[in-house]
């Protein structure tokens, strides 16, 4: 079992930064596949972005060039650096993990507004 806990969300300005946190409450080897999901309201969650063993990526198209998914294994922590938001980067970002079981945190908000 592991506890997923989300940090570094807040209010940006359009063309803004955030780096997100996800902190794990043990570690998680590399050979998981970590993720960022994202819900918007009223909209169903989607993927954003995934890290998987040797530090492969990918992401969701509406993101790719502007967000880095990224880990740090000897802090047991999953990041996400968000660049050159836009409006509709506004959602609850959450981390993932599947060690048999499908781990979730609890959500950090991020509003992209002027």
């Known amino acids: 079992q592991v506890q997923l806990v989300e940090s570094g969300g807040g209010l940006v300005q359009p063309g803004g930064s955030l780096r997100l946190s996800c902190e794990a409450s043990?570690?998680?080897?590399?050979?998981?596949?970590m993720n960022w999901y994202r819900q918007a309201p009223g909209k169903e969650r989607e993927l954003v972005a995934t890290?998987?063993?040797?530090?492969?990526?990918t992401y969701a198209d509406s993101v790719r060039g502007r967000f880095t998914i990224y880990r740090d294994n000897a802090k047991n922590t999953l990041y996400l650096q968000m660049n050159s938001l836009k409006p509709e980067d506004t959602a609850v970002y959450y981390c993932n993990v599947h060690l048999g079981n499908n781990y979730w945190g609890q959500g950090t908000q991020v509003t992209v507004s002027s």
């Open positions: 890290i998987r063993n040797v530090g492969s990526t």
């Open positions: 043990r570690s998680i080897p590399s050979i998981y596949a």
